[in-house]
């Protein structure tokens, strides 16, 4: 009973998260310049350079950082190709019904912006 237990364990926590740690290692030996990544505290970047356990990421234009290699927690993938998503933006926005809404204003009723209530 306990090694079926034992078993029951390791195909359902230990096997995954070795697989898991295996594929990140071999993710963070495989990046290279050019690579477009996204790091464990959420900023995106492209490999300018990679040299060891050190990599220079271009995060914004003209603006490259130094990041630890295991600080990568993935590639960016691309799911469309540029051009779709350039032909969506183009596309015109469906109309809302004018008069089935009311009209959104920055001001309220009392004139303030802010949403507080007016003071005398």
């Given at each position: 009973?306990?090694?079926v237990l034992f078993a029951l364990?390791?195909?359902?926590?230990?096997?995954?998260?070795?697989?898991?740690?295996?594929?990140?290692?071999?993710?963070?030996?495989?990046?290279?310049?050019?690579?477009?990544?996204?790091?464990?505290?959420?900023?995106?970047?492209?490999?300018?350079?990679?040299?060891?356990?050190?990599?220079?990421?271009?995060?914004?234009?003209?603006?490259?950082?130094?990041?630890?290699?295991?600080?990568?927690?993935?590639?960016?993938?691309?799911?469309?190709?540029?051009?779709?998503?350039?032909?969506?933006?183009?596309?015109?926005?469906?109309?809302?019904?004018?008069?089935?809404?009311?009209?959104?204003?920055?001001?309220?009723?009392?004139?303030?912006?802010?949403?507080?209530?007016?003071?005398?």
């Open positions: 009973m306990i090694v364990v390791w195909l359902l926590l230990v096997r995954p998260q070795r697989k898991r740690s295996v594929e990140q290692r071999e993710l963070l030996t495989s990046l290279e310049p050019g690579d477009e990544i996204i790091s464990t505290g959420g900023l995106f970047g492209v490999i300018q350079s990679a040299e060891g356990d050190e990599l220079r990421v271009e995060i914004a234009d003209g603006l490259v950082v130094r990041m630890a290699r295991r600080a990568v927690a993935g590639l960016v993938e691309r799911d469309e190709e540029p051009e779709t998503a350039a032909k969506e933006l183009e596309s015109p926005q469906t109309p809302v019904e004018s008069g089935t809404e009311e009209a959104e204003s920055p001001h309220s009723a009392d004139g303030s912006t802010d949403g507080a209530p007016k003071r005398s």
